[in-house]
């Protein structure tokens, strides 16, 4: 079906997500800038002779573009941010997440797609807090006490599509889409060292069983379901006792979270108290700690979308078809969405 609305966002992410402004398009294509302006705020139909124009200097098909065969989901969309995002930053991450759903609905069509992960909002009453979230999705999905072994293959498992994508800034670690009638999809910084990937993406569930509309107590709501879910109170307090810097040290392995983490959880579930929780934080800035850790975690590596695409290469299908269906080049295929990054 022919839409303009479609094509406007999807031009739009084409253009951003190849990192070109309106007027670098424009001299690419020789299409003139308004016109572009127009195309993407949705006010000009497009026209066949313009769209391939504008498709062959974006180096994508034009059936992605023009609006005749996908249109860009609503969803919610939700990043953990280190610190503020510059827009141009943020701007370029919605684009890649608005073509990443795009080839993702069209790659895994023939799997049994439907993610399983539940909404649980937080009444306004206050009986339940993000912790008691974290603990039913923990018992609804049977998982026994202690660490989470893998948190990418759980939530591949209940239906989530992990990538490791090269995400432009260094300032986010994931960034994460929920669409009401689309599969979800979580990009993962391929910079991000896994046990601040593990949190991110225990963080993003958190948002997703949580919360519909961003809020002012979100993120703290959030960060509360992901200690809980990675570091349940009952399971871990007792080893954070007097937590130490060589203690949280070795618990890092163990649980897969940042010393950071671990030292913040400490605090949390009075394991430590607040001048102890503070000693420790001058201890990880004077060791150089906060910016670099030691003990490395190995970053988890998703599965599921390469999966899904060795299978139709095994019915038969090649690479190049399954590049066209999805809208995208060979080499865009291989690089993003079978090679981890
Ligand atoms: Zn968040």
């Given at each position: 079906?022919?839409?303009?609305?479609?094509s406007?966002?999807?031009?739009?992410?084409?253009?951003?997500?190849?990192?070109?402004?309106?007027?670098?398009?424009?001299?690419?294509?020789?299409?003139?800038?308004?016109?572009?302006?127009?195309?993407?705020?949705?006010?000009?139909?497009?026209?066949?002779?313009?769209?391939?124009?504008?498709?062959?200097?974006?180096?994508?098909?034009?059936?992605?573009?023009?609006?005749?065969?996908?249109?860009a989901?609503?969803?919610?969309?939700?990043?953990?941010?280190?610190?503020?995002?510059?827009?141009?930053?943020?701007?370029?991450?919605?684009?890649?997440?608005?073509?990443?759903?795009?080839?993702?609905?069209?790659?895994?069509?023939?799997?049994?797609?439907?993610?399983?992960?539940?909404?649980?909002?937080?009444?306004?009453?206050g009986?339940?807090?993000?912790?008691?979230?974290?603990?039913?999705?923990?018992?609804?999905?049977?998982?026994p006490?202690?660490?989470?072994?893998?948190?990418?293959?759980?939530?591949?498992?209940?239906?989530?599509?992990?990538?490791?994508?090269?995400?432009?800034?260094a300032?986010?670690?994931?960034?994460?889409?929920?669409?009401?009638?689309?599969?979800?999809?979580?990009?993962?910084?391929?910079?991000?060292?896994?046990?601040?990937?593990?949190?991110?993406?225990?963080?993003?569930?958190?948002?997703?069983?949580?919360?519909?509309?961003?809020?002012?107590?979100?993120?703290?709501?959030?960060?509360e379901?992901?200690?809980?879910?990675?570091?349940?109170?009952?399971?871990?307090?007792?080893?954070?006792?007097?937590?130490?810097?060589?203690?949280?040290?070795?618990?890092?392995?163990?649980?897969?979270?940042?010393?950071?983490?671990l030292?913040?959880?400490?605090?949390?579930?009075?394991?430590?108290?607040?001048?102890?929780?503070?000693?420790?934080?001058?201890?990880?800035?004077?060791?150089?700690?906060?910016?670099?850790?030691p003990?490395?975690?190995?970053?988890?590596?998703?599965?599921?979308?390469?999966?899904?695409?060795?299978?139709?290469?095994?019915?038969?299908?090649?690479?190049?078809?399954?590049?066209?269906?999805?809208?995208?080049?060979?080499?865009?295929?291989?690089?993003?969405?079978?090679?981890?990054?």
């Amino acid at each position: 079906m022919f839409s303009t609305a479609a094509s406007a966002s999807l031009l739009e992410a084409s253009r951003v997500a190849h990192g070109l402004t309106q007027a670098e398009l424009s001299a690419a294509s020789g299409v003139a800038q308004g016109v572009i302006s127009k195309l993407e705020s949705g006010n000009l139909t497009p026209d066949p002779a313009r769209m391939s124009a504008l498709a062959k200097a974006l180096g994508v098909p034009v059936s992605l573009i023009d609006g005749t065969t996908m249109s860009a989901p609503h969803a919610r969309v939700f990043h953990r941010k280190q610190a503020s995002l510059p827009a141009k930053a943020s701007h370029k991450l919605h684009a890649d997440m608005v073509l990443a759903h795009v080839r993702l609905s069209r790659l895994l069509r023939d799997d049994d797609l439907g993610s399983s992960i539940p909404h649980l909002p937080l009444p306004e009453n206050g009986l339940y807090t993000p912790s008691d979230r974290a603990r039913e999705v923990r018992k609804m999905w049977g998982l026994p006490p202690g660490p989470v072994p893998s948190i990418v293959d759980l939530l591949e498992s209940h239906g989530v599509p992990c990538l490791m994508w090269d995400v432009s800034s260094a300032r986010v670690d994931a960034i994460a889409s929920w669409p009401d009638d689309a599969t979800p999809v979580i990009l993962l910084s391929s910079r991000a060292p896994g046990d601040r990937l593990r949190f991110t993406v225990a963080h993003e569930l958190g948002h997703a069983v949580m919360h519909a509309v961003p809020c002012a107590d979100c993120e703290r709501q959030a960060d509360e379901f992901a200690s809980e879910f990675l570091m349940p109170r009952k399971d871990i307090k007792d080893a954070l006792v007097g937590a130490t810097l060589p203690r949280l040290a070795a618990l890092k392995p163990i649980w897969g979270t940042s010393i950071a983490a671990l030292a913040r959880r400490a605090r949390d579930v009075g394991a430590i108290n607040d001048s102890q929780y503070r000693s420790l934080n001058i201890e990880l800035s004077q060791s150089g700690y906060r910016k670099n850790e030691p003990v490395h975690v190995n970053p988890e590596l998703p599965g599921f979308v390469e999966r899904a695409i060795a299978k139709r290469l095994a019915k038969g299908e090649t690479i190049s078809q399954l590049a066209d269906d999805a809208l995208i080049s060979v080499d865009e295929l291989q690089r993003q969405y079978l090679e981890v990054v």
